[in-house]
């Protein structure tokens, strides 16, 4: 079983157009992460949640909302897609410990803008 | 907020010879130090992880060592192979809800 999916995988779209990016984990686990890797490979967070509540946003445009409608899923929509929005988007899991704990990291959904 | 330099950015090594990759960081309350290995076209996965309480950690090939006096962390690989050929990615954390990557480590294995 895949213990953290996104769909699509691929996603080519032209500039101004809204999309989506699903995700889901069948881990249990309680917290749930967007991240942008751009072309230089440089991994950021954009968002993580909690319980279905968002705690961190990291200062992401408005453009992009997360949505969590369980713990087991965190969805991601691009409003009014940019050129720049072109990377590739990982969902993360973990369940959260003191001192720290693994993120599972979903297969990446790779994002054209034409 | 935390900021992760690792160095070097690419590094290409014999195989069989080690390979060592630095990081430093800001925050001086940041307590958990995980290593990712990226293959290409592939997922971050956790190779090893360090918590502020030790200096060192061991896993087979792999070990970690952290200085929180002087605030930086390595990763060393020995005996390196074909497969250890990827993106590797420090980061460091205060609290359990947000990993900061240092910018990333492109090891090239040369067989």
């Known amino acids: 079983d895949t213990a953290v999916s996104q769909t699509p995988k691929y996603l080519v779209t032209q500039m101004g157009n809204d999309k989506s990016i699903k995700c889901e984990q069948n881990?249990?686990?309680?917290?749930m992460y967007w991240y942008k890797q751009d072309s230089k490979k440089f991994l950021k967070i954009m968002f993580s949640y909690n319980n279905k509540e968002l705690i961190i946003n990291e200062t992401v445009p408005n453009r992009f909302s997360p949505k969590s409608p369980d713990k087991a899923h965190l969805n991601l929509h691009i409003n009014s897609l940019e050129l720049g929005d072109s990377a590739v988007y990982f969902c993360?899991?973990?369940?959260?410990?003191?001192?720290?704990?693994?993120?599972?990291f979903g297969p990446g959904t790779r994002l054209t803008v034409l | 907020g935390e900021n992760v330099e690792q160095h070097p950015s690419t590094l290409s090594v014999q195989e069989g010879d080690s390979a060592v990759i630095k990081c430093t960081y800001s925050d001086s309350a940041s307590n958990y130090f995980p290593w990712y290995k990226q293959e290409l076209g592939k997922r971050p996965q956790l190779i090893i992880d360090?918590?502020?309480?030790?200096g060192e950690k061991k896993d087979q090939r792999i070990a970690v060592t952290l200085n929180k006096t002087a605030k930086h962390f390595s990763l060393h690989i020995t005996e390196t192979q074909p497969e250890d050929s990827a993106v590797y990615f420090c980061a460091a954390s205060r609290n359990d809800y947000k990993l900061s990557f240092g910018a990333g480590t492109t090891v090239t294995v040369r067989a």
């Open positions: 993360a899991s973990s369940q959260v410990v003191a001192g720290g704990s693994e993120q599972f």
């Open positions: 881990l249990g686990h309680d917290t």
């Open positions: 360090i918590r502020s309480n030790v």
